[in-house]
T-cell receptor
Framework: NAGVTQTPKFQVLKTGQSMTLQCAQD?????MSWYRQDPGMGLRLIHY???????DQGEVPNGYNVSRSTTEDFPLRLLSAAPSQTSVYFC?????????????FGPGTRLTVL | RKEVEQDPGPFNVPEGATVAFNCTYS??????FFWYRQDCRKEPKLLMSVYSSGNEDGRFTAQLNRASQYISLLIRDSKLSDSATYLC???????????FGTGTRLLVSP
C-alpha cells in the first residue's frame, strides 16, 4: 500500500491564481481531512469528509473547496490564492473517523503564494 | 486561550537523559488523547494513545490527568533519534475533530 499520497510536493502561486492539491489513499478509509500547518499555530482543520459524497467544514474553511466523489480521492481547491494561504498542507485519512482512530498523514504540500 | 497548549521548547537534553513534556487542554469534555511525533519537514505520525490509567510503550510513558486537564509524555534514556517535535492531540465529544497543540521540540545531543 502506498498509504496517503499528495501532489504536488511544492507549489508557488501568484495571488489570485487557483489550483487543486491532490490527495489519494489506498487503504479504503472512510474518513479524510485536510489540515494546514503554520508556525506557532499547530495543525488546523480545513475540511473533512466522513465518506464519499459527504464533506463538511473544519476550523478554517474560507478560501477552500473540497469534494469527495470517490473513497480514494479528496482534492482541495484554492479558489483565488492569497498570501495568507502560504502554508504546509497535510491530507490525512483514518478508517472511521477521528475518535480513537489513528490518523495517517500524507507527506504534505508546501505552498507559497506571492 | 488556545484549546490545547504546549511548551514549544526546544528541550535540549543529552543522550540517556529523561525528559518530560506536558500538554494542557481547555475543554473538559475532551474524550481522547494522543501524542504524535513530527520530524523536521515531515508529516505527523502517531506515537501513542493516552489512556486514563496511563500507558507505557518501551521508553515512552503517557499519562492523563483529567482533574487538572493535562497529559504528559515521559521519554527515558533519550536517543539521538528521539529528536523531533512532539504534538499533543485532543479529540472533543460530539464530533470527530482533532485539535492539535503547536508541538514541543526536543533536541537530543551526543
Amino acid at each position: 500500500n502506498a498509504g496517503v499520497t499528495q501532489t504536488p510536493k511544492f507549489q508557488v502561486l501568484k495571488t489570485g491564481q487557483s489550483m487543486t492539491l491532490q490527495c489519494a489513499q489506498d487503504m479504503n478509509h472512510e474518513y479524510m481531512s485536510w489540515y494546514r500547518q503554520d508556525p506557532g499555530m499547530g495543525l488546523r482543520l480545513i475540511h473533512y469528509s466522513v465518506g464519499a459524497g459527504i464533506t463538511d467544514q473544519g476550523e478554517v474553511p474560507n478560501g477552500y473547496n473540497v469534494s469527495r466523489s470517490t473513497t480514494e480521492d479528496f482534492p482541495l481547491r484554492l479558489l483565488s490564492a492569497a498570501p495568507s494561504q502560504t502554508s504546509v498542507y497535510f491530507c490525512a485519512s483514518s478508517p472511521h473517523g477521528g475518535s480513537a482512530d489513528t490518523q495517517y498523514f500524507g507527506p504534505g504540500t508546501r505552498l507559497t503564494v506571492l | 486561550r488556545k484549546e490545547v497548549e504546549q511548551d514549544p521548547g526546544p528541550f535540549n537534553v543529552p543522550e540517556g537523559a529523561t525528559v518530560a513534556f506536558n500538554c494542557t487542554y481547555s475543554n473538559s469534555a475532551s474524550q481522547s488523547f494522543f501524542w504524535y511525533r513530527q520530524d523536521c519537514r515531515k508529516e505527523p505520525k502517531l506515537l501513542m494513545s493516552v489512556y486514563s490509567s496511563g500507558n507505557e510503550d518501551g521508553r515512552f510513558t503517557a499519562q492523563l490527568n483529567r482533574a487538572s486537564q493535562y497529559i504528559s509524555l515521559l521519554i527515558r534514556d533519550s536517543k539521538l533519534s528521539d529528536s523531533a517535535t512532539y504534538l499533543c492531540v485532543v479529540i472533543n465529544t460530539g464530533f470527530q475533530k482533532l485539535v492539535f497543540g503547536t508541538g514541543t521540540r526536543l533536541l537530543v545531543s551526543p
